[in-house]
């Protein structure tokens, strides 16, 4: 996603829904383009159910999930950490003022130039999972301090990581980590990450079994402040999913394997904070009635809704993300749902959002619903062959923000003029701190916790 200059937030007074602000948005019939409506207060909830759920386990937003700068501030203001995997990721994150102690540089095979980068601002942790990266350290940035990366995979993931990262704990980890006590690399800790998307949770027992051995072997080799462990991603973010079951598992296993607390855990959650606080509003600007085969053989009238968002922008997370999206009118009707397929606005034949659904007859102008939008959408998106990428409309209600206002880096500079109820219009401006160091201290966002309780 574009980084735009100017952040806008609305606040809301009174009871909302983002299907409401849709509608309030539409009904001048001059909106014409997608957009999204982003509910800064769902990310606060689940930032709360989080601190709730795993006390002992940090939060780092991992960046390349949503880079909105109104999410990533929000994060900031309620005490979160970042996972970075670039120069240009750092360098977002450290404009709002996050401090350099705050980042983990997540991404194991680095350019050299972000390795100096990252070295000129301060942010010494970093992970790694082979001999090369271990040796351009060494040369870029030898006062790093190192995680090392192991492989963990989740019997199943939306999409796996361990195929492109990841030492085999066994078998290369203790190589490596004699070779970084060689090279007089000093390694600090752990790292794993599931998969994105995880659909088992026993995995990370698994993997936390792997990183107590791996502490052995490390401090055996000299590497004697071994005090981190970084259970990676891999939570659920959509509207119906919660992190009760695998926070159980964590948090057993912490107790078993970690009960010292001079260990610090932390995660790299991405999709858990941003998916569900986003709402993509899309109008239906063309149709197509043809006729296909049933899985009988039998003749079917099929309708193909042809919408102003497809794979090129938002729904490049059908492609690249594996995810399932689902299409809701935004008026809701008791008309019989009918045979259907949803393209996007490109001139390309793969721009296919919905190959087969059902969904109510649509009218030209009639607008579609697509909740759970926030996590690998806008960060890839293009404006191919014309069409725009679409705008974030960012609101939060006045209960939330009275609190988050009080908190660097978001203030008052951030809200749009006047302060709104449902029924009024939303500001169409587009949109795109002090807390704890990753190596020692504790998290200060007790206040935020509390306060939005």
């Not at 450290?94 to 991404?107: C, K, L, M, Y």
């Not at 941003?274 to 009988?296: M, N």
């Not at 293009?382 to 990428?389: I, K, R």
């Not at 209960?399 to 500079?413: C, D, F, I, N, R």
């Amino acid at each position: 996603m574009k980084v735009v200059e100017q952040e806008c937030i609305t606040v809301m007074e009174g009871e909302w829904t983002p299907d409401e602000v849709i509608r309030d948005i539409v009904e001048g019939g001059t909106q014409e383009d997608p957009f999204y409506v982003m509910d800064l207060g769902e990310v606060v909830a689940r930032y709360r159910r989080w601190k709730e759920l795993m006390p002992r386990v940090e939060p780092f937003y991992a960046v390349k999930c949503n880079d909105d700068k109104l999410l990533v501030s929000t994060l900031a203001a309620l005490g979160a950490g970042f996972d970075c995997a670039s120069k240009a990721e750092i360098e977002l994150v450290t404009s709002i003022g996050v401090e350099p102690e705050r980042i983990i540089f997540a991404n194991p095979a680095k350019m050299a130039s972000h390795i100096r980068y990252a070295s000129a601002m301060g942010v010494d942790v970093m992970t790694f999972d082979s001999e090369t990266e271990l040796m351009k350290v060494k040369q870029y940035m030898p006062h790093a301090q190192l995680v090392i990366r192991i492989r963990c995979d989740a019997e199943n993931a939306q999409c796996p990581l361990g195929i492109k990262f990841g030492c085999d704990a066994v078998t290369e980890a203790p190589r490596l980590l004699k070779l970084a006590a060689v090279l007089g690399l000093e390694v600090i800790g752990v790292s794993f990450h599931v998969g994105s998307g995880a659909g088992e949770t026993g995995v990370y027992a698994r993997a936390l079994g792997l990183c107590r051995a791996l502490f052995t072997v490390a401090r055996n080799l000299g590497h004697a402040r071994m005090r981190l462990v970084d259970v990676g991603g891999g939570f659920p973010g959509g509207s119906h999913t919660d992190i009760f079951e695998v926070s159980q598992v964590i948090n057993a296993s912490l107790e078993e394997l970690f009960p010292e607390r001079g260990v610090r855990v932390i995660a790299e959650p991405g999709r858990y904070f941003a998916a569900a606080a986003y709402t993509l509003a899309a109008c239906v600007h063309a149709k197509r009635e043809i006729t296909s085969k049933d899985v009988d053989g039998e003749a079917e009238a099929h309708t193909m809704y042809f919408i102003n968002d497809g794979v090129y922008g938002s729904f490049n997370c059908v492609l690249y993300d594996h995810q399932k999206v689902a299409a809701e009118p935004l008026n809701p009707t008791s008309e019989e749902l009918l045979p259907c397929s949803v393209w996007g606005p490109t001139c390309d034949g793969l721009d296919c959002v919905l190959p087969s659904t059902r969904l109510p007859p649509l009218r030209l102008g009639d607008w579609l619903v697509f909740r759970d939008m926030g996590a690998y959408t806008l960060p890839v998106a293009s404006s191919f062959n014309g069409f725009p990428v679409p705008r974030v409309r960012t609101l939060v209600d006045d209960k939330t923000w009275a609190v988050l206002k009080e908190l660097g880096p978001l203030s008052s500079a951030h809200v749009s003029p006047g302060r709104v109820s449902p029924a009024s219009p939303v500001d169409e401006r587009p949109s795109p701190s002090h807390s704890p160091p990753l190596v020692g201290g504790a998290p200060l966002a007790v206040f935020v916790e509390c306060a939005l309780k």
